[in-house]
Each structure stands twice: as C-alpha cells, then as structure tokens.
C-alpha cells in the first residue's frame, strides 16, 4: 500500500472512529442526562412503586428514610419514587397497558430504544388498595402475558403492608338528632335520612342544615366507593357474599338510587371522602362511610376547620383493605429492580415502620405491635371519638370480583348522575 | 515516494500507467487530510442526524405535526421541563403569583432541566373543548372540579373503546388547594334591607326582590362558563321547580319551569367573556350594560372576591365575571357574603395534570410530569398555603385556622368561615347541559355567515368532511331565533346565500346549500370576506350578534380587495362583525387567516380532515356562549 493509500486509510478510519466515538458519547450523555440517570449511574437502583392513596403518606416518608438508609442489596443506593394511585385508576392502566408492559415473548434486548426508554418509568412494584385488585390484574395479565405478573407466593411474593376498613363518620352535632330519631347507624338508618323530604327538619335537627348529606367515595374515582356501595348491597340482602344478580335486583337498584340521591358528589381525583368533609364540611357530607385511616388522618383538620369533630362508629359488616405489596416480576424490571423493589418491601415491614404507620392511621400487618405502641398513635389520639383499638370484631364483605366491579359501573351508569 | 522536503510550492509526481500523477507536498496532504476528515466527520454527522429526524417523523414525534382546533401549535421538546397551566379567570392572579414564586426558586429536574410553571387564562369551559384535542397547556386549573368530569365524560364518548375496569381518563391525578364557596356578595345596605345577619336568605329571596316592579335591587352573575354562573342559573331551575333537589330533564323543561328561569334570566345581569353583559331589562329585552348607568346590589361570585373587595385589593371583579369594568357597577361600599339558604356550590380549583398521549401532538414528557409534582408540592407547602389564605381563599389545609389572625377571615363579619351548611346538589349531565345552555332563553340571537372555500384544491374528501362539518355547526346552534347565511367562493365569489332564519324551513334550506357546495376554480378569500363582512356589518337589527367563520385549504390567489382595504371596512362598519378563521390542512395560508381572526376579533383555528367537524362544532359553542373574543 502507498502512502497516499495510507493516507486515505487513515483519514478514513479516524472519521469514522470520530463518529462512532460521538456516537458513543452521545448514548452516554443521553443516559446520564435522561430523567432516569440515577438509574445509570453505576451503584444507583432508582424504582418507581405505585402507592395506593391512603397509604401514600406513610410510604413517602418511609422511601425518604429508607433512601438515607445508604447501601442497600447488591451493592446498590435505592432510590424509590412513590407514584400515588388510586387502586381502580391504577388497575385500569395495568388492564389498559399503560405502562408499556413488553408484548408476550418480546424479550427486553429487542426493544427499541424508544421502548427502552419508556421502560425505565415502569413500575417495579405496586402497593394497591386490597389484594382483589392485585388478582383483577393478574387476569388482565394472563390473557396478555399468559402468566401472573405479581407473585403470591416465592421470593417477590406479595405481602400485605398494614390494614385499614370502612367504617361510619358523623359529625358530633348530628349524631344526637339522627341516632334518637333513627337508631344505631346502618345503611338503613342512612337511607331513611336520605330519602327524608324535609331533611333535617323531620330529622330533629336544625333545618338551616338542609337535607341529610351522605359522604361516600366517588365508586367510579376511588376504590372505596365500590367497596361502600357493596357493604350497603351485603347489609340490604343481609349476607357478605354479593352477587351481580343482586346488583341488578329492581328493590336494591332503586333503594340504591334514593341513597345515592343523598351524596354530595365531592372526592375522587385523589382526595378522599375524609379530606373533603375537612374541606368542605357539612356540605360534604353530615356524615358517611370512610376509611378508617383517611378520617383519623383528617380528624385534626375536620376539628379545626369546623369546630368539631366527626364521631366514628363501626358497622357490622364492612370491608377492609391490607395493601398488598406486590412486585412487578416480568422481564420488564432488571433484577437489581426486582431486589431494590424487595428490599422497600421489607423496610416497610420493618418493626420501625410498622410502627410509624399507627402516626398515619393505619393498622399495623404485623400482629405483634400493638395500636398504642408510640405516642403519636393516631388510635390513641382519637379514642375519645370512638375508635377501637384491638379486640374490633366487624363481619368481612367477601372479596370485590371484576364481575361485580362491571355491574356497579354499568349501574352507576345507568342510575348515577353527578 | 519522491519528498521534497524543502519545496511547498511544488508538488510531486509518480508514475502512473496513464501518466505521471502530481503527489502534493507535506503540507498540502496534511491540509487535505484535515479537509477530508472535516468533511467525512460533517457529512456523517449530517446523515445521522437527518436519519434520526426521518425516524422521528415517522415515529409521530417530528415536529411538523401540530394541534388541531387551536389558535397556537401544540409543541415542546421532549425534555421540556416547562409546565404550561391553564386556569381561569377566578384563580389567574393568585396562582400567578405563586408561580413566579415557585419559578424563582430555580429548581431543576434529575436531569438538569429547570422547572417553569407558565400560565394562560382560559374560562373553565373553554378548557374542556381544549382538553379533548391538543391544546397549548399541559395541565389546567378550571374553577371547579365539575369541569374535569366533563372532560372525562366527553373523553369517554370520544373513545369509548378505551376500556378497563374504569374509563380510560383524560385527566390524570388532580390536587385540591385552594377553595372558596360561591356566594351572593350584596352590599351592605341592600343585605342589612333583606335582614341580614339575622335572618337567613335564600336564591328565592335574591330573585323575588330582583323580579320586583320597582326595580329597586338588581343582581348579577356570569355566564355559565363558570361554576358561579352555573350555580345561580341553576338556582333559578330550583327556584322555578319548587325543589331543592332531584332535578331531572322532565323538572327542567316544564314550561312554567322554563318560563320563571327566562324571566329570572331577563332580571338579572349576566356577564360572559368576551360580550357585551346583559342587563336586566323590561318587558323581556335585553340591553346593553351601562346604558341606564345603574348599579348593582348583588353579584354572585367565590367568597374570596367579598375578602380581596372589602380589603380593597381587588376593585375591579373583572377577572370574575369576564367583562371588564364590572366592579364599576358595584358601590364603592362594604360587601357581605351571602350564603344562599337553599345550598350553593364551591370554586375548588382543581390542579390536573392532562393525560396528552402523543396521539394528536406531543405527549406530556416525564420533566413535565416531575415540574406537575414539585408545583404541586409548593402550592400545598406551609408558605404556599398562608399566601393562599392571605389572597383570602380556604387553603385545603385544613389544620390551618381560619378565624386565627392574621386571617383575612378573624377580624369580619362579612364572610363566615363556619358556612355554608348545606350543598346545592349538581343535577346529571343531561341536566347541567339544559342549566348551561339557559342563557338561550333570553339570549340575542346570532347572525352569522359561513365563507367557505370551494376551490379545486377542495375536491374529494376534503369537501366531503367540510359539508359534515357544516352540517354539524348549523345542528348546533340552537332555538330558532338566530339566522345562518353562505357565501361559497372559487375564483370570485360563486354563490352568496343570504341569511336564513333557523326555523325548520330555513334549516332545511340551509342543509340543501351546503350539499351543493361544488369544488373548482382559484382561490378569492378576501373577496369572499369582503362580501361578507359588507352584508352583516352594515344590517340594522339591534340586539344581535354578527360573525363570519371562514374556511380556506389554499392561499389567496385571485381576489381584487386587499387585506387592508378590508381591514378599513371592518373599523368602519355599523356592527361589530367577529371573524374565526379555519385552515384546513398544511398548505392554508395561515399567516392571512391569523390575521383576518385578529383584525375581526375572533380566533383562528387549524383542522384537518379528521378534526374539521370537532373544529367547527368548537366553533358554534363559542359563538352561542359569547365567547368569542
């Protein structure tokens, strides 16, 4: 080879590694400038987890202190991301695909980098509501994926957080007037509050307070209000187990109808029935069905705002939520994500943060801390208010199924104007 | 090889088998050297990048789509940090404050990009026909949560397919953080006259009073664009039906029903954006405001607006009612807040991020989805919270005491923190709509001509989705008071059909011009307009609007009027005549049709064959509401 040829070689390849060399760095660049680039970062495991809302407060505070921790497994710094969502409103993405889950037999070297890049949002773990809607999900991914996506048993099996239930809320100066004229609180005391033509007048309250108002979560916004609407149906036919065919009974859908007349419409959008009655009082709501958890939570700004409390009775029949914690385990999360997803699973379920969860109202999975185990027990703060601490015998709903979620909408849809 | 080492003039040769082959010197081959490496590396570079712009186009993600519907193409990088908020008016100078506040501090993303929270005021209802396309703003602030509903709603009519255990939604997580409830804010004298404080008082009393043959107390609200709007309409609907609850389409449409609620709506001033307000007026006509020069007792409104009044922050309530000069109407005095007996409803100025999918423009991107939570953050931050309760709102905080001082609720009896105590139920959807579309009753009717482009560039499709558009803009305009014309134009105007009433008649006449729209020959867009705007700005009729909507795919090309004899028309004509421009596809010549809707005071909007019909019907909802400025 002459020189000239040489030359020509030699210019040749040094443009071309020239271009490749930027190419490479800008790859590099883009990784570590991207909104993931912790995650790139050697040493640095950023996962995002899904948090159902009226866990959302506990588990924030907990992946701040979990992420000052330092070194978790595999050598690794977590970083967790709390992306608070609502149960239904996350199980319709999951059932919709919105988080860009890989298609069967798609494997993640054969992503795009596009593909690559969406996935570096995906959700390594999911904190839902209750375990039925961690279930509805796995339906959604068998006729997907072919398989289940959250484990129920195995090494990322999903593992219950803390409990909560639904329970009766009345504002002080309304339980006098409503329990003398109507008796113990019950959907059917409910009810005839609610269909009442004068409202409070006949109710033996003051009639500026205008017609009953009944506080209910939203049931096509929030996971609880179909939880609400359940317990009603359950005590209306006076069993735990509730069929879609009850759902379509003429007697329940119109009895349904006059008590969801009553409801003031606020909530949903991520704030609970609780907050609204804190935010917007007697118009919210007189009284209604809350999470235990939300109304302890939002017990100190009902008292402040108003200038009284909301009182708390516990139904016969209710439905409790245990927050799942479930891992994602498709190929769409590395396994560093699977570990670090773990490794927050377990800190929550540390005895430390079982304990910080009675601050926020929540009733500790582990059964061997008890209610009033710290001083900022929200159960001991508000027992006054008729909280119950250990001992609550309440009858079980049976678990929510996809079936009777799409009759309630359907109903709702029917029935429900805003 | 030969070298010269000395020589750098000459060059050197070496045998070839066609000749002897110049060899340049050292320094001339290093010089080359370098120029090829330049060139190859730029080259390269070039390919690459233009191979990237190439995918991104047909990834969708190209910069040369852009929004339909809107006066402004929808774009940002797909790293924008930069929050575009949308919010009304009752909000826009409390939430801009906290947003420079916010904006000061600096913050960046993980990635290094600054978060910026920019604000464009829009009516609560303008947001939703904006939300369903591609609109300019990633998130919005209407004043009530009411408004998201409507915007899932419309979303799931739109994509029904877009199933799961609940709807597919527009709107993703949304945040409370301030509040306030709607009130009637009476002066002092005239609330002291109807017994306040001691006696309660109620919607009924407000229209009683204000249907009185004295005429001695007036009142007003804004349009039904926001959510004190709805609310004192709708208390006509309760008043009219003797309820306070369960109103349903049957209660509603009773004819006494409607009757008392068109008599209510002709007592009562109402304001809406962008028109002239209505006063009460008698004998059932509508006059301009101010032509009596008379004052208002009464406006309804936030609680918020009493506190900013009698504080004397805000004098001017434009913001509140969407026209301006109307704290003129109010006396200089006290206001009080009152909280209707019946119930009212609250302005919760929901923040909501919207769920843009990339699917009509660029998606929502992860930066702004980071800036959507820090902003939110910093509204519900202590220091956010106080300035929110200083501006005189409820901050969602509920720990914080209002009646505490420095609390602009601790030291008045004007506002009473510990009310209302009951809720004016928000009927169904089917209802809400009739409650919005109230102001018909007593509205002016509209006169409005469609200038619409039949050149040959229109033939096939493109004409065939203009005539379902058309079709559909004149299904929209309601009652049968307002009258529709057509001007269709090529090379000069080919047909100009005069207006007609929209009677049954006259719809059916109207349904058979634009059937007969034909495509062919240049393009005379001015010369159309022209036509137009001397039909509806010279008409005598009082009490009407006038508008002109045009339609056009090309470029003017063949009309004999200038853009500024025409502009001269229109600063001299008898009617103020509003003019909407539509381009209809890529090669419209959108820097005319910008200006033709600036000069006539309207909007201009961009449609293709998929979004011409939503376009147009966006179009009619704005000019029956008034919005149109």
Known sequence: ?418 | MNENREGTEQGHTVPTGKGRLRIPPRRQLVALAAAGFFLLCACSVTTIRAGNWVAGILAGSGSGTSGSGSAEAAEWPANSAELTVAVSPLMAATLRDRADSFNSQGVRTSDGELMQIELVTRSSRDMVEESLSQPVYQAVTPDSSLWLWLIDQRWAQLFPEEGGSLQASRVGRSTLFAVSPVVIAVQLDAAQQMGWPQQSIGWEEVQVRAASASGAFRWGHPGPSSMPGIAATLSKFYVGAGITRGLTVETATLPDVMEYVRLAESAAYVSSAGRGGRSPAGGGENRAVGADGGFLDAFVTQEQAVIAWNQGSDRDLSPLSGLDGIGQLLPDGQLVAIYPREGTVWVDHPLALLELDGRAGPAVTPNQRSTYRAFTEFLLSEESQSALLEAGFRPVDATIDLMEAPSPFAETGAVNPLLPLTLMQLPSQPVLEIVMEAWRLSAPPANILLVVDTSESMEGGKLARTKAALHGFVDQIQGDRSRVGLVEFGSGVKRFEALRLLDAEGRKQISLLIEGLEAGGSTSLLDAVWAAHGELGDLAEVDASYAIVVLTDGRDNDSEHRLRSLQRAMTGAANPVSVHTVAFGRDADEGLLEELARMGGGRFYRADETTIEEVYRQIAASLQLGSDG
């Open chain 1, 1 to 418: 080879m002459n020189r000239t040829r040489l030359f020509i070689v030699a210019v040749l390849s040094a443009s071309a590694l020239f271009v490749v060399g930027v190419l490479v760095w800008r790859t590099i660049g883009v990784g570590a400038g991207g909104p993931d680039a912790a995650a790139t970062s050697p040493g640095v495991v950023r996962i995002q987890v899904i948090a159902a809302l009226p866990v959302e407060q506990w588990v924030r505070a907990a992946a701040e202190e979990f992420g000052a921790t330092g070194i978790g497994p595999d050598n690794a710094i977590i970083e967790v991301e709390v992306l608070p969502l609502d149960g239904l409103v996350a199980l319709g993405k999951w059932e919709r695909n919105e988080f860009s889950a890989l298609k069967a037999g798609t494997l993640p070297e054969d992503r795009t980098l596009g593909a690559s890049e969406s996935l570096s949002s995906f959700p390594a773990a999911w904190i839902a509501d209750s375990r039925d809607l961690v279930d509805m999900a796995n339906e959604s991914s068998r006729e997907h994926f072919g398989q289940d996506r959250f484990l129920s048993d195995g090494q990322y099996r999903m593992r219950s957080l803390a409990k909560t239930l639904l329970v009766w809320g009345l504002f002080r100066s309304r339980q006098a007037p409503l329990l003398e004229n109507l008796g113990p609180l019950s959907w059917d005391t409910v009810h005839k509050a609610a269909v009442a033509p004068t409202g409070w007048k006949e109710l033996g309250g003051d009639p500026a307070w205008g017609n009953f108002k009944l506080a209910v979560a939203d049931s096509g916004q929030s996971v609880s209000g179909p939880a609400a609407i359940l317990t009603a149906a359950g005590e209306f036919f006076d069993r735990t187990e509730v069929t879609v065919e009850d759902l379509s009974d003429p007697g329940f859908g119109s009895w349904l109808a006059e008590l969801m007349e009553a409801t003031s419409g606020f909530g949903g959008g991520g704030t609970s029935a609780a907050e609204s009655v804190a935010v917007f009082g007697y118009t919210a709501g007189d009284g209604g069905q809350f999470l235990e958890s939300d109304l302890l939570q939002s017990m100190e700004g009902i008292q402040t705002r108003w200038r009284e409390p909301v009182v708390l009775h516990y139904p016969r029949v209710t439905t409790w939520f245990d927050f799942p914690y479930a891992i994602w385990v498709g190929p769409e999360t590395t396994a560093l994500e699977k570990n670090a997803a773990q490794a927050f699973q377990e800190f929550l379920l540390s005895e430390e943060q079982q304990r910080r969860a009675l601050e926020f109202g929540l009733r500790p999975a582990d059964p061997n801390v008890q209610l009033d185990a710290v001083a900022g027990s929200l159960f001991g703060r508000w027992q006054r208010l008729g909280v119950h601490g250990e001992g609550l015998h309440v009858e079980e709903m049976n678990p929510t199924t996809r079936d009777l979620l799409t009759a309630l909408t359907r109903w709702r849809e029917l029935n429900e104007g805003r």
